[in-house]
DNA sequence: TGTAGCCGGTGACTCAGGTCACTGACCGGC
DNA sequence: GCCGGTCAGTGACCTGAGTCACCGGCTACA
């Protein structure tokens, strides 16, 4: 599959500071991918080969275990998954899974190409720079709620951000999906949104949940 | 005050891929202290000027929220603080705490020259990016801790990396200072330790609490 | 048109952990 | 000796949240 005209011009936008040598480089070796919805592109355990860099759609990425998960982020268009970064440059093995939320289209930047650029090209270790700090300081954010925060308040932010990454007022999403994100069980979820509901801070509707 | 002989042969080893070159300039212009436990080096908030890579000694970095704190990482000999790399370059805020846990040396590299460094020594790039996912993946333990475990083997893990990251079989500490690095409260480790002592997992001597 | 599968809602129960209030041991200093 | 301070230990109690069992409603489809 080929980039788009647009896209080239998005990309070169969105990355103006790699320079146009590089871009182009980066351009030349590595392909596109459109993705549909839910499809999971990195499981726990597994290798890295390709770092991935979200042209369109958005990702969501999180950590599981027994059954339980946690939405640890999102990728959203002109961002990268540092998860892949680290493991694919060290050659270790992923501790997250991520699967597309909406239809995807994704960069993938062959892993054997990436040290010489990074060696050539300073510009490109700002770039994971960026995502890093930015990774981390979400993870930070994500401990403070789960320590200082109680339930009800994960949830109505959870939504909101939902709400704001996916671009939709309503969402559509299921009481099970939203206790999973948040690592906790549907019930949890159904009693604590009624309990919002009330207090005025959220309405179900048939279509969806509505922030307020 | 002046990097030892020693110390400057101990850092040349343990950084060696950095290069010769870099390793002097790096020397050159950064200082060395010598900080007495207990100091605070860096609260929220603060904007950051040096990037401490810690000589000797052990530094503690924790979050804090109405007086609830959260170990995050140790930073151990060789080791540096990616919150203040990050907070550094960008010219943004901590959003950690820092404080010495023993008798510290640390080297101070001016946040200044780091752009610089960055730019015409790639291989500075790749101790930030070890750093970087070092902390990351710890982080990501963490969540896990916090998500996934109950208390009792929170605070066993806890002391069993306590006891290895300062070398000692007896920890000499405060059931109040284990709280609140775990973010809880006294009487709930007070407890808890009791009931791991009937367990047989621990010994809490009149000298400290020793690990089984 | 029945039935199987998802989905949300609920009540009853359990449990881990946080909070409060108080105790007694062990200092050190004056 | 007494006073103040720190420290650990404990019982009573509360609460947030997880678990279990069970509905009833909707939808799809055979």
């Given at each position: 599959m080929e980039l788009t005209l647009q896209e080239i011009s998005d990309f070169k936008?969105?990355?103006?500071?790699?320079?146009?040598?590089?871009?182009?480089e980066i351009i030349e070796y590595s392909i596109v991918t459109e993705l549909i919805t839910d499809t999971e592109i990195l499981r726990e355990g597994q290798?890295?080969?390709?770092?991935?860099?979200?042209?369109?759609?958005?990702?969501?990425?999180?950590?599981?275990?027994?059954?339980?998960?946690?939405?640890?982020?999102?990728?959203?268009p002109d961002e990268s998954c540092i998860m892949s970064f680290t493991a694919g440059i060290r050659n270790e093995q992923s501790k997250v899974y991520a699967v597309t939320e909406d239809q995807t289209r994704v960069?993938?930047?062959?892993?054997?190409?990436?040290p010489a650029w990074l060696r050539d090209h300073?510009?490109?270790n700002s770039l994971f720079f960026n995502q890093f700090s930015m990774r981390y300081t979400e993870l930070l954010e994500t401990i403070r709620?789960?320590?200082?925060h109680k339930l009800d308040k994960r949830i109505y932010d959870f939504l909101v951000e939902k709400s704001s990454v996916k671009g939709e007022?309503?969402?559509?999403?299921?009481h099970?999906?939203?206790a999973s994100e948040l690592g906790t069980a549907r019930e949890v979820i159904s009693r604590l949104l009624k309990k919002m509901e009330k207090e005025g801070k959220i309405r179900q509707l048939p279509e969806g949940i509505e922030i307020l």
């Open positions: 936008k969105a990355h103006y500071y790699l320079g146009a040598e590089l871009i182009n290798y890295v080969k390709q770092i991935p860099i979200v042209l369109k759609g958005l990702i969501k990425v999180y950590s599981r275990y027994e059954d339980k998960e946690l939405l640890l982020y999102y990728i959203q960069l993938l930047l062959p892993i054997d190409r990436i300073p510009a490109m709620y789960l320590l200082y007022k309503i969402l559509n999403i299921r099970k999906q939203i």
